[in-house]
């Protein structure tokens, strides 16, 4: 039987970049097995679970984004063995795992699309995917004028003159939702990882699958390049999408029912509004879907409450929780996204992030980090052109909104690279270069100093797990200041973020709980945020 406490409403995930984690074999690139190593750390900093990007067999054009292989582990990163006692050690720490699902496209290395493209059009094969005829006299135009988000136009042509639909690049052909077959072959996969005793899902791209039946022109075929986000209304958040999630939430009731443990499923749900965000976690359909807007809100104090108080109407009124994230792999690290270029090495920035996780810990609902935000990592601006991957730039030749950056490989030790991400041969190299000053930033050193970022971190996460005021729940607002946020949790736990650079009087007179600066008593620093216990 199901137990009535769901963990996932007010859970903190923790995002681990397989190939940036840890590398246990010293060919440079991270592996589950680095990440079962890693897990007491995890456990130490106070996560209830991890988010694994993909890790099955792939050519690894888009990092594992393009999946050949839904059922296996590519050997990059190990094998099932090595998985299953992944399974094991996390299971024995008590630490939830979630597996990142791609079901918006595969690779070109797919068997299904090698069978399309080895197939006569209008095929069963190509019906997998969007194989159409061109336009025009010859049919030498792509069928419509869709771009792809990272650049370039959505279609590829093939040999017999035909063209396929790929809303990223020509090698992840987006999959045919409208064919029974593929919804078919994704329940497969699902209870095959659900079987191997995972606890859930975090869907890629969770608002595509679905096209327009007609695949008509786009009023404005480059805004999902320009964006680089999914805002074409023909391409994305088309209602037939909500079907899929609820027949997955069966599925994963299904196992829960048989043995107790509730599964997740967390969409990468990016829609115009909070309104149309909360559809997709209707207590039919997804438990969760994160919540970017507070990701992409300017410091301001205004644009977060706004923010989160349309957080609140919209998506808790659905029965579910919100779902908060201030960073993850494909978006500039925090730090560096706080900063501002008149005030470089100020460590306004870094006084931003602190300040910004402590609002986001003392929030109702569930939160995810991505791996390094916990040491304060900046985003690596200056990697060299000849050392990118990302396909982004291998499109479109520009650094614009590139995400290498913040995918540079952890630093665990050390005073030189590979700073013990890397073991192995003398002289083995992380798969992307680690910068001299990525020293000061060493899971050893974050330890070992109190006031780091890690330790910001683990004493939040401590208090929220001991403070029946945090984790599920309601805020109320209280009357501030200009600049400064402030509002009550449950039984007069309040939270304090001054977003502005002067000195406030601080709404609660005492000694804060936490901080996420110095903060004396009735005072509340710039770019500072704070916890105190009070009766208000």
């Not at 060919?27 to 990440?35: K, P």
């Not at 095959?192 to 075929?221: C, M, N, Q, T, Y």
């Not at 829609?271 to 300017?298: C, I, K, N, S, W």
Request: hydrophobic share 40%; with cysteine; charged share 25%.
């Amino acid at each position: 039987m199901l137990s009535k406490y769901h963990w996932w409403r007010d859970a903190v995930i923790y995002q681990v970049y397989v190939r940036s984690f840890l590398d246990s074999t010293g060919d440079g690139i991270g592996d589950l097995a680095g990440v079962r190593a890693g897990l007491p750390y995890l456990k130490k900093l106070g996560v209830d679970g991890i988010w694994l990007s993909p890790f099955y067999p792939s050519p690894q054009h888009d990092h594992g984004y393009d999946v050949a292989d839904y059922r296996g582990v590519d050997p990059l990163f190990g094998d099932l063995a090595e998985f299953d006692l992944l399974m094991a050690a996390a299971r024995r720490l008590g630490i939830k795992v979630l597996l990142d699902i791609v079901p918006n496209h595969c690779s070109s290395e797919h068997p299904w699309f090698r069978e399309a493209l080895a197939g006569e059009p209008g095929s069963p094969a190509r019906a997998r995917f969007h194989f159409a005829d061109g336009r025009g006299p010859d049919g030498s135009e792509p069928p419509n004028n869709w771009h792809s988000m990272f650049g370039g136009p959505a279609w590829t042509r093939v040999a017999d003159g035909q063209w396929y639909l790929h809303m990223f690049t020509p090698e992840q052909p987006d999959w045919n939702w409208r064919n029974p077959e593929i919804p078919d072959e994704f329940d497969r996969i699902l209870r095959f990882w659900l079987d191997r005793g995972v606890d859930g899902f975090r869907i890629d791209v969770a608002a595509g699958l679905f096209k327009h039946p007609d695949l008509p022109d786009s009023d404005d075929p480059e805004a999902d390049a320009r964006t680089r986000d999914s805002v074409n209304p023909l391409a994305w958040n088309q209602p037939e999408v909500h079907d899929v999630w609820r027949r997955w939430r069966a599925i994963c009731e299904e196992y829960g029912a048989r043995d107790g443990r509730e599964r997740l499923l967390v969409g990468e749900v990016s829609v115009p509004t909070a309104r149309e965000h909360a559809l997709y976690v209707r207590p039919d359909e997804l438990h969760q879907a994160f919540f970017f807007d507070l990701l992409g809100a300017p410091w301001d104090a205004d644009a977060f409450r706004k923010v989160i108080t349309e957080a609140m109407q919209d998506i808790a009124g659905t029965g579910s929780t919100v779902t908060w994230v201030l960073n993850n792999h494909d978006q500039v690290r925090t730090v560096t996204r706080y900063g501002e270029p008149a005030t470089e090495g100020s460590g306004l920035g870094a006084a931003r992030a602190r300040a910004a996780a402590l609002l986001m810990l003392a929030l109702p609902g569930a939160a995810y980090i991505y791996q390094g935000e916990e040491l304060g990592l900046p985003e690596v601006v200056d990697l060299p052109d000849d050392v990118l991957t990302d396909p982004i730039f291998r499109r479109t030749g520009s650094r614009a909104r590139i995400r290498d950056g913040c995918r540079v490989p952890l630093p665990w030790s050390g005073q030189a690279s590979p700073f013990g991400f890397t073991s192995g041969v003398e002289g083995a190299k992380p798969w992307l270069p680690q910068p001299s000053y990525f020293a000061e930033y060493a899971t050893d050193r974050a330890l070992a100093d109190t006031r780091s970022f890690w330790h910001l971190y683990r004493d939040g996460l401590q208090l929220r797990k001991s403070l029946p005021q945090l984790g599920e729940g309601t805020l109320r607002w209280l009357d501030t200041p200009p600049d400064v946020l402030a509002f009550v949790r449950g039984d007069g736990l309040v939270c304090a973020v001054n977003f502005g650079t002067a000195p406030a009087p601080a709404p609660v007179s005492g000694t804060p709980l936490l901080s996420s600066g110095p903060c004396p008593p009735g005072v509340l620093p710039g770019a500072t945020a704070a916890w105190w216990l009070n009766d208000l």
